[in-house]
């Protein structure tokens, strides 16, 4: 069945560096989102990315952060200048269609030190 | 945005009890899913259902749209059912609820 995968499971980095994450959503699909989790907390959306440009972006996704899909298939949250409370889950999930089911990627456990 | 509302928050139960957990949202929606958080963190998707009844093994769940609820119910519950189960609701981004905390004691 397919997946959408993300790498790496977990990264641990100093506050200042930056940080790509990756994702490779269904191939067929064709709407791409991140969320976070902060720990205990509940799952924040913080962009969606449909035709190559971001559809819409929470107050959260501010000049911190920025998304690419630099080929056909991954597609890649990148954050500049990470700081302490950027530790986070951090999710990948696509869509086939408008207003269809979401398929989560197992996420990428992200802790800045 | 859509309030998502979930209830109840913490449960425990005793191995073999039967639960409802409830999901309520704030505004109509094309799109809803309840997922089981696993201890890893990976979030498990249990059911894609915007309306109607479906069963998967011991847990079902049924979703009334025009009445903006949704309950996940669990039957017969093991220890492997522990964990934090999310609704979520919307028209493309979801919007996720915090959660029901579970616990099943043996």
């Known amino acids: 069945e397919p997946e959408v995968t993300q790498t790496p499971s977990h990264q641990v980095t100093q506050m200042g560096q930056e940080v790509i994450l990756r994702c490779v959503p269904i191939?067929?699909?064709?709407?791409f989102y991140w969320y976070r989790q902060i720990l205990g907390q509940k799952v924040e959306f913080l962009v969606s990315f449909y035709n190559n440009e971001i559809s819409e972006k929470s107050e959260i996704f501010d000049d911190q952060f920025s998304v690419e899909r630099p080929d056909g298939s991954n597609f890649t949250l990148k954050i500049r200048s990470t700081k302490l409370e950027d530790s986070a889950m951090y999710f990948c999930?696509?869509?086939?269609?408008?207003?269809?089911?979401?398929?989560f990627g197992q996420g990428t456990r992200l802790t800045v030190v | 945005g859509i309030q998502v509302e979930q209830s109840p928050p913490d449960l425990i139960l005793q191995e073999g009890a039967n639960s409802t957990l409830r999901c309520n949202f704030s505004?109509?929606?094309?799109?809803l899913q309840w997922f089981h958080q696993n201890p890893w963190g990976q979030l498990i998707n249990l059911f894609y259902i915007p309306s109607g009844t479906k069963q998967n093994g011991r847990l079902s769940a049924t979703t009334v749209a025009t009445e903006r609820y949704s309950l996940l119910y669990i039957s017969s519950s093991q220890t492997t059912d522990s964990g934090v189960y999310f609704c979520a609701v919307g028209n493309n981004r979801l919007a996720f609820g915090k959660g029901n905390q579970v616990v099943v004691i043996p």
């Open positions: 505004d109509s929606v094309n799109n």
């Open positions: 999930a696509s869509h086939r269609g408008h207003n269809t089911e979401a398929f």
């Open positions: 191939s067929n699909h064709l709407y």
